[in-house]
């Protein structure tokens, strides 16, 4: 497969100004008329027209009205180039293109007997031939006709101008999208749906119409969707001055989707999983997943929509910024510090759990990558979570109201653009006369740095010394780093755990400040420290780095216990626990004894029981390193003893702390109805982990509990959450309960995706009953959700029996990334990434990953999406 490089990006050679767009839409047959006019563009020396078409039958080309012959265009792969042609053009294509084949759910395909698109990054192509690429915007008018009957409601981006009757029982409808857009953003929807709709008023008066599409069944699900979508635009306007440019923002749930959602222009189609939910059906997981999904996506209307991407390796450009967005809108709409605290709490773990990993994996690309085989590939964590590391850090940098200037400057200079990376970060820099050139090395270094941490205090000088070293380890076609434009942001505690007022060079810097690292080696001293102090370094996770520092248990505990920063106390809880889990694993592995000491105990237990504390956070401050994150901290994994000793510290917090953790577990009940507030939430994560615990330890009244809350929740946070408990603790009560979550919600596909992973990721459940439950009749390879649901929980969620010794896991593995990448490219490339790390596992385990990887890559008929990943895991 060709690699594409950044270097070689050229500006298009015809920029396109208008497209029509005509449909007749057939699931075995659909008919696309383009006609669309094109100028020469002047930043191009290129006198060709090149457009991109992928498994389109081609039925007639027409130039400025003559249709051109073979000999007029050359095909060439995807690309169809027609040469020397003039500086106006109008080209009339007619294509054909069959939407019930198209298993990959990209371009134009069915679900559920109705249609749908997904044209981002280059799905456009395969609808109709175009210059498909983001620094071509045009204005859209399209016209979609299809059967009355089957497909009553036809939308598409815009504004609604025109629909009608047919006559031969077919109707149509014609949609004028007014903005320029790039084609990634185009979409249609021809289904049988209903919706839920209200008029909202704008923050200028004017009046928009909201709706929210769902499947006939689904109304009862979808006031959460519309809720968040009306405080996303109330957002977006009182945070940012950014309103809704249309009349119209329409909404569209859909079954088979390969991701989370997706911006379509005024047309945002999602996957049910970010849309549908009720107390009955959806976690509060679910509820918080809801309102960030419609966040983001709305939000894209300004970060990625007005102004998009120059070219796809600036994808971070609207993600990693659209990310940062979502994550502090759902911060303000808790509102609370400990809430806000909270959120950034999860995403340091997401950013530990997966970034972290891939920055040192085969897959490594900087924020911006340099290349690629399959820009599909590049929709990962690096561009969007660190990327909205890389946003935040401006913030951190400049201040709120220094970052503030610097979007509004952006957008001064670049709505209706398509720009890069470096555009955003000129802007940030020219808003608040910062020179941040240095800053640049985010975008283009890959790899997770780490900063080593010394300190010295000086009871005579009074004085206390930081000094730091950043390094960042080689990753894949990057040797050497140069250091990075680091915020990191100290506090001091003094010994009554307050904390001490910061001077440095005179100025008072008040509690907290933020120190910029730009060297490999920099030295900060403080001033009039009236005592040795415990360092609080990195707070509020100032910087997407991993900090080295030799904190003693002491310190830890300090903190633990005092640290004014919530994300720092918390942390310093992790490193505690982290820290015996170490201990245990490398115990576990030779088969010594395990024993986890009174001080660790006491200390989470002091944590469970401090009710000055909100729940959230005492919930996050008990939730133990995951397995994978412990296996991130050893050169030689063996899964088995990594889950041996997190199972045995479980056990034992439920064991020793019994007596708390019932006490907590009656104390955060929320009786009454439900509701997806904070205080709730928290509440419910609070006591759920305390039924953990109990079940862990085999506790009976924590059994008795389980069941019983299994019997009577009146929702599906406390419903799943006992089951999981259930399922953990290999309960008696365990098969039935299960087979009465399947029989009452049998009709819920999202609760049986939940049915599906609960049990593809119990460490009971082996590959053979995997297998058994892919031949549920429930089971769909083709749907994504219900994909992922069993097997990319059993081959990431499930450690223990993936990495079984006989390699078992792994020829399944091998087996289901092949099979799926027959459907679904993009479904299986993301499977594929499941032995990314495969280099890290003991010789033995090694062996059989390699042979699973090159039976993979041995595969003559493979998808590029896939070929990239094993062939990069093999390099
Ligand atoms: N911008 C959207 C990306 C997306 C996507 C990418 C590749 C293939 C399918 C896809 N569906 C959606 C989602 C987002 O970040 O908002
Ligand atoms: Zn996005």
Not at 5 to 19: A, E, G, M, Q
Request: charged share 25%; hydrophobic share 40%.
């Amino acid at each position: 497969p060709q690699t594409i490089y950044r270097k070689d990006y050229t500006p298009p050679s015809y920029l396109v100004d208008t497209v029509e767009l005509g449909f007749d839409l057939d699931p075995a047959r659909t008919i696309v008329a383009n006609r669309m006019t094109l100028r020469r563009n002047p930043d191009s020396a290129q006198r060709e027209i090149e457009l991109y078409g992928e498994n389109l039958e081609l039925v007639a080309l027409r130039m400025n009205g003559n249709t051109l012959s073979e000999q007029d265009y050359r095909i060439e792969g995807s690309l169809l180039t027609i040469p020397d042609t003039p500086e106006e053009v109008t080209l009339e294509i007619e294509t054909i293109c069959v939407p019930e084949q198209n298993t990959t759910l990209n371009g134009l395909y069915t679900s559920n007997g109705s249609f749908y698109t997904q044209c981002e990054a280059e799905g456009f192509r395969a609808i109709t031939y175009f210059p498909d690429r983001p620094d071509v915007m045009a204005v859209f008018t399209v016209m979609l006709r299809a059967d009355k009957d089957k497909y009553p409601v036809l939308l598409s981006n815009g504004n609604l101008v025109e629909e009608g009757d047919l006559g031969d029982g077919r109707h149509y409808a014609k949609w004028e999208d007014p903005f320029k857009k790039p084609s990634y953003l185009f979409a249609l929807v021809a289904a049988r749906l209903v919706c839920q709709e209200e008029t909202f008023r704008l923050a200028d008066g004017r009046d928009a119409l909201l709706q929210v599409w769902v499947e006939e069944g689904n109304l009862d699900k979808t006031d959460y969707a519309m809720q968040s979508l009306k405080n996303s635009i109330r957002w977006d306007e009182e945070r940012w001055n950014l309103e809704l440019d249309l009349d119209r923002f329409m909404i569209v749930a859909v079954g088979d989707f390969n991701m989370g959602a997706m911006e379509n222009k005024g047309l945002n189609i999602f996957n049910t999983k970010f849309v549908l939910a009720n107390p009955r059906v959806a976690t509060d997981i679910d509820f918080q997943g809801i309102e960030a999904v419609v966040g983001h996506e709305y939000f894209h209307n300004w970060t990625g929509n007005r102004v998009t991407c120059r070219d796809w390796f600036q994808l971070s450009l609207k993600e990693g910024l659209t990310v940062f967005r979502d994550q502090e809108f759902s911060a303000d709409m808790i509102g609370t510090e400990t809430g806000r605290a909270v959120g950034r709490i999860d995403q340091v773990r997401t950013l530990r759990q997966a970034q972290f990993p891939e920055d040192a994996g085969p897959m490594a690309h900087p924020v911006r990558p340099d290349s690629f085989v399959e820009i599909n590939n590049f929709y990962t964590v690096t561009v969007y979570e660190k990327g909205a590391e890389v946003v935040r850090m401006y913030q951190t940098l400049l201040g709120r109201d220094g970052f503030r200037k610097g979007m509004d400057l952006y957008f001064e200079r670049h709505d209706g653009q398509a720009v890069t990376c470096d555009d955003f970060r000129r802007a940030m820099a020219d808003a608040n006369g910062r020179d941040l050139s240095l800053f640049e090395r985010w975008y283009s270094q890959a790899g997770t740095p780490v900063v080593r941490a010394e300190t010295r205090y000086d009871d005579i000088a009074r004085t206390y010394t930081i000094t730091f070293f950043q390094s960042c380890p080689a990753t894949p076609g990057q040797t050497s780093k140069f250091p990075f434009h680091i915020p990191i942001a100290v506090g001091l505690l003094g010994a009554d755990g307050r904390d001490l007022p910061l001077t440095i060079g005179g100025e008072h810097l008040g509690s907290t400040t933020v120190l910029e690292l730009t060297e490999s080696e920099q030295t900060f001293v403080f001033e009039n420290v009236p005592e040795q102090p415990t360092p609080s370094i990195l707070r509020d996770f100032s910087a997407p780095i991993i900090l080295d520092y030799n904190y003693g248990d002491a310190d830890l505990l300090h903190l633990f216990n005092h640290d004014s920063d919530a994300v720092n106390r918390w942390e310093a809880g992790q490193r505690l626990a982290m820290g015996r889990l170490l201990k245990l694993t490398g115990e576990a592995g030779v088969g010594a004894p395990l024993m986890l000491d009174d001080t660790f105990l006491l200390a989470m237990g002091k944590m469970l029981s401090d009710e000055t504390l909100d729940p959230s956070f005492r919930e996050q401050a008990l939730l133990l390193p995951s397995e994978g994150m412990v296996a991130e901290q050893i050169e030689v994994v063996n899964p088995l003893s990594i889950h041996l000793a997190r199972q045995f510290m479980r056990a034992n917090i439920g064991a020793r702390l019994r007596t708390e953790l019932l006490a907590q577990y009656e104390a955060n009940q929320t009786p009454g109805e439900y509701s997806p507030d904070a205080l709730s939430i928290g509440k419910r994560a609070l006591k759920n982990l305390c039924l953990a615990y109990l079940t862990a330890a085999q506790d009976e009244e924590g059994l008795a509990l389980a069941q019983k809350q299994f019997d009577e929740a009146g929702n599906m946070t406390d419903r799943v959450a006992a089951l999981s408990a259930l399922i953990h603790a290999r309960a008696p009560g365990a098969d039935a309960a299960l087979q009465r979550f399947y029989d009452e919600f049998e009709d819920e596909a999202l609760v049986i995706d939940k049915w599906f992973m609960l049990q593809a990721s119990a460490a009971t459940t082996d590959v053979a009953a995997v297998r058994g439950l892919m031949r549920h009749p429930a089971f769909n390879l083709r749907n994504p959700n219900r994909a992922r649901s069993l097997i990319s929980s059993f081959c990431a969620g499930n450690p223990v029996q993936f990495h079984a010794p006989d390699g078992s896991g792994y020829a399944f593995w091998a087996e289901q990334v092949i099979t799926l990448d027959g459907l679904n490219p993009q479904v299986a490339s993301r499977l594929a990434r499941a032995m990314d790390r495969w280099r890290r596992y003991t010789p033995e385990l090694q062996e059989h990953m390699k042979k699973a990887l090159q039976q993979v890559a041995g595969q003559q008929r493979l998808s590029n999406d896939v070929r990239e990943v094993v062939g990069k895991a093999l390099a």
